[in-house]
Each structure stands twice: as C-alpha cells, then as structure tokens.
C-alpha cells in the first residue's frame, strides 16, 4: 500500500524569501510522484510529477521538486515567492496500479506574506 | 472550453434529501474519478471509471451511486443525505498512463 506524509500543515513565508514543502512516501513498489496545487474555490491543478529519469523535476510557476529514493522524499521547492504562491499544495503518490489511483498528502498550506 | 466540468458549484441541501452532482470532461480521457475533500481539506477517493466500467469502489456508504452514461460522463447520485456528506466533491480524468489528473473545480455540498 502506498501512502504520503506531509509534515507541514502551514508553512508562512515572506514574500521573496525560498521555500520547501515537506512531502515523504512510503511504498513497498516503484512510485510515481506528484505534486498538486489547489487555489482558494479551485480544483486541483498537476504543478510537477517524477516518473522516472532525473531525481530534480521541474514544474510550472518556478516550482521544482527533488526525488530522494534513499530519504523515501519528494520535497517541493521555490527560490522566491510571490503572494500569488499562497495556497494548498498537495503531494499525491501512485503505483501505476489498476484505474491509475492517487493516495494524496494531507496538504500543506502556504502562506506568503507581503 | 473547460475541460472537466461540474455542476452545480453549490449545493445546499436538508437532511434526507436526495441530490445528484454532474461531471463532464472533453479531454477524451478514458478514466473518470470522483474525490471527497472534508473540512480538513484531505481528499479521498471514492470512485472510479474506465470507459462507463466501474473500476475502484472504495467503502462510502451504499446511498452514493455513480453512473456514467458514457466515457465523458460520470454522475454522483446520493440519497437520504446526512450532515457528514457535507464537503466538496470533486471529479477528475485521466488519460492512460501516469499524465497525472486533470480536476473539475468542485461541487461544495452544505447539508443542514
């Protein structure tokens, strides 16, 4: 079974400075990775996914995450932040399995603050 | 244009009521989802459809029923509606492969 541990329920940040989203996974077959982005009375939108290949994966709006096999982690990164960043992001883990089902964190929710 | 639609955006409703949420996708995608988000924002997953065929049935009470009429299609009906129903359903797609999900922008479902 697979399941995803998201170790911070709020991360406050100040607007321009970096910061890490703390995602970790544990799976007793290969995973695949996301990370999900979910803006306030919005759906969830895909912002990076490690399938296989390179461990850094590049996203859309600056984010970047890096693949730590060996840490069981997929941490999600900016190097500055801007208020629009403020929202819920999601780390979600699949096996690939039967109906390509996704075990979703429990969110992080990121504040930036001007 | 939207890809994966959903309606109503909001519903409220009384207990014991009856109440079906629609869901829509254009994206040609093969397998249809639906996810329940509680108030602590976890989402779980309660169905899924690959091609009208019902492929996951996580354990949610017998009174919610999905249908999906076509591949484009995947309806949640529930009946006799309870106060722990309240929360925000949403619908997703996937195409074949690990593409990740494409999400409808919810349904908030308020029962009092």
């Known amino acids: 079974a697979q399941s995803v541990t998201q170790l911070d329920s709020q991360v406050p940040v100040f607007e321009e400075a970096p910061v890490e989203l703390r995602c970790n996974y544990s799976s007793s077959v290969s995973v695949y990775l996301f990370w999900y982005v979910q803006y306030p009375n919005q759906g969830l939108q895909l912002l990076l996914k490690?399938?296989?290949?390179?461990?850094l994966v590049k996203g859309i709006n600056g984010f970047e995450a890096e693949f730590n096999k060996s840490q069981t982690s997929f941490h999600l990164r900016k190097p500055s932040v801007h208020i629009s960043d403020t929202a819920e992001y999601f780390c979600a883990v699949s096996d690939g399995g039967t109906g390509n089902q996704f075990y979703f964190g429990t969110g992080t929710s990121l504040t930036v603050i001007p | 244009d939207t890809a994966v639609s959903q309606t109503p955006k909001y519903l409220v409703t009384q207990m014991g009521n009856d109440k079906s949420i629609k869901c829509e996708q254009n994206l040609g995608h093969d397998t249809m989802y639906w996810y329940k988000q509680d108030s602590k924002k976890f989402l779980k997953i309660m169905f899924s459809y690959n091609n009208k065929e019902l492929i996951i049935n996580e354990t949610v009470p017998n009174r919610f029923s999905p249908k999906s009429p076509d591949k484009a299609h995947l309806n949640l009906h529930i009946n006799s509606l309870e106060l722990g129903d309240s929360a925000v359903y949403f619908c997703?797609?996937?195409?074949?492969?690990?593409?990740?999900?494409?999400f409808g922008s919810g349904t908030r479902l308020t029962v009092v």
């Open positions: 490690y399938l296989s290949g390179s461990t």
């Open positions: 997703a797609s996937s195409p074949p492969g690990l593409y990740g999900y494409t």
